[in-house]
């Protein structure tokens, strides 16, 4: 991934997408009792409609350079199913344009662009991403990506709404209103709901993007929203300058049905986790709560080690049984100057290391990880369990994210201070030692013979 254009279109897809949607929150229909402004009613409305056309212009500008650039498309978007497909064509430096497909339903976007096809790996076609970072849309109070995400977040146009003039939009008459859209309410509503991890992941996400979004609606004499303007402020995951992203989406042909398939998912590479590696929420999350089954009894002190021992022991025997494929996997790179590595010759095998990773390795460390907290311990262990278990998820969700970004071409997960992540690692490896020698368990603990440089190509 060394094209310096398609990893800045990689780390803007990933953190557009987050910061979207961590302003699509339909808090005021959520807060209470409050009574609609015009824009929320228009949301409500256009949200009642079957389907509709789309017709597009998103410009980009970049803090410090006076040249922008403009993308324009069109698309068409089923409101049963919550599905969008856009398609864009951008123009850029040297006469060349890019072509961008955006896909999305209620939890996913997926995205193809000319501009990613030397940095997918071989048999995928699209980049998928979870913009609510793998929670399930109905705990993010309703929203989700695409049109219908645009839409939620007309209706969380809280506080005042302005009407501005009359205007004609595509023949029909209409009134242009102003509001605002102030994305640090959204982690206090998830805190008041007691979703606490959405709400410090939204947290994160309003610091890097605090200042309120500008938004304008023209809503026709039926009450539909004919054309959304939306002016936002998007810092870059590597903290370079602020990128600006003044976006028009005008709806027509409301009340038709088109079918919107979604990719295969073996052409899909998922970004999620290098993206959650990205905004430094790598906390296991995406394992589950990590609790046995309700009802289940606590065993005993005795078959609660004798268990949990085999399920480490069995995962730790696969585990060596691999370790040849590492030591064959990172053996090339010992070969390789820079020179080389400048040229490309590492990209094979990068993709190679991140295949296996992500294939026998992390599956093994899931699904030890998913049987270890299908266990009931001793009530007395209870606590230091279930933060071992969240550690060892935590140590797991990174690995995933390496091997995500090795797959890209990448030596390290973009955007992410990989570093301070290996030293608070290595104070976390400590903290398992010793809770697995408090709950009687460490060859839970026991490091694989010969292990060394998993995850560690370069």
């Known amino acids: 991934m060394d094209d310096p254009l398609s990893r800045r279109c990689l780390q803007l897809a990933g953190l557009l997408s987050v910061l979207l949607i961590a302003v699509f929150v339909n808090y005021l229909l959520h807060g209470g009792g409050d009574e609609l402004n015009p824009v929320a009613e228009a949301a409500q409305r256009t949200a009642a409609m079957p389907g509709a056309r789309l017709k597009m212009e998103i410009t980009y500008s970049v803090e410090g350079s006076s040249r922008s650039f403009v993308a324009t498309g069109d698309g068409v978007y089923n409101a049963r199913t919550g599905r969008t497909d856009a398609q864009l064509t951008m123009s850029i430096p040297g006469g060349e344009s890019m072509w961008i497909e ?9 995205t193809r662009s000319t501009a ?5 790996p ?35 146009a809280g506080g005042d709404v302005e009407s501005l003039d009359h205007q004609i939009v595509s023949g029909h008459r209409t009134t242009r209103y102003k509001a605002t859209i102030d994305p640090s309410h959204v982690a206090a509503i998830f805190a008041e709901q007691g979703e606490a991890t959405l709400a410090k992941e939204y947290e994160e996400l309003a610091e890097r993007a605090p200042d309120s979004i500008p938004v304008e609606v023209w809503v026709d004499d039926h009450g539909l929203a004919r054309l959304i303007r939306m002016v936002q402020q998007l810092p870059t995951v590597s903290g370079g300058p602020t990128l600006t992203m003044d976006s028009r989406i005008e709806f027509s042909d409301f009340g038709i049905h088109p079918k919107v398939p979604l990719p295969p998912r073996h052409r899909v590479l998922d970004y999620t986790p290098v993206l959650r590696a990205e905004l430094g929420l790598m906390d296991g999350a995406i394992f589950g709560p990590l609790r046995p089954p309700a009802g289940a009894e606590p065993l005993s002190p005795a078959t609660f080690r004798r268990r949990a021992g085999a399920i ?20 090339p790179f010992k070969s390789l100057d820079r020179s080389a590595v400048e040229a490309g010759e590492a990209k094979p095998l990068l993709r190679a290391m991140g295949r296996w990773i992500e294939g026998p390795i992390y599956r093994l460390g899931r699904r030890a990880i998913l049987r270890l907290a299908a266990l009931a311990p001793p009530r007395r262990y209870a606590s230091d369990y279930r933060r071992y278990l969240r ?21 390290k997960v973009p955007g992410a201070d990989a570093d301070r992540f ?7 490896k400590s903290e398992r030692k010793r809770l697995v020698a408090t709950l009687g368990i460490p060859v839970c603990e026991k490091d694989p013979e010969g292990a060394g440089s998993a995850g560690e190509p370069a």
């Not at 955006?102 to 997926?110: C, F, I, Q, S």
């Not at 990613?116 to 997918?120: F, G, I």
């Open 391 to 411: 550690l060892d998820a935590q140590a797991a969700e990174w690995a995933l994210a390496e091997a995500r970004a090795y797959q890209l071409g990448a030596f």
């Open 122 to 156: 071989p048999g995928k076609l699209w980049l998928g991403m979870e913009p609510l970072l793998g929670h399930d849309p109905q705990d993010a109070l309703g929203t989700g990506p695409g049109t219908q995400g645009t839409i939620e977040m007309l209706k969380a």
């Open 116 to 120: 990613l096809e030397s940095v997918l």
């Open 422 to 428: 290996k030293a608070q690692e290595g104070q976390r």
């Open 312 to 331: 480490c022991r069995r995962a730790n025997g696969e585990a060596n049984a691999r370790l040849h494929e590492e030591h064959r996997l990172t053996r």
């Open 102 to 110: 955006a896909l999305g339903d209620d939890r996913t976007v997926y």
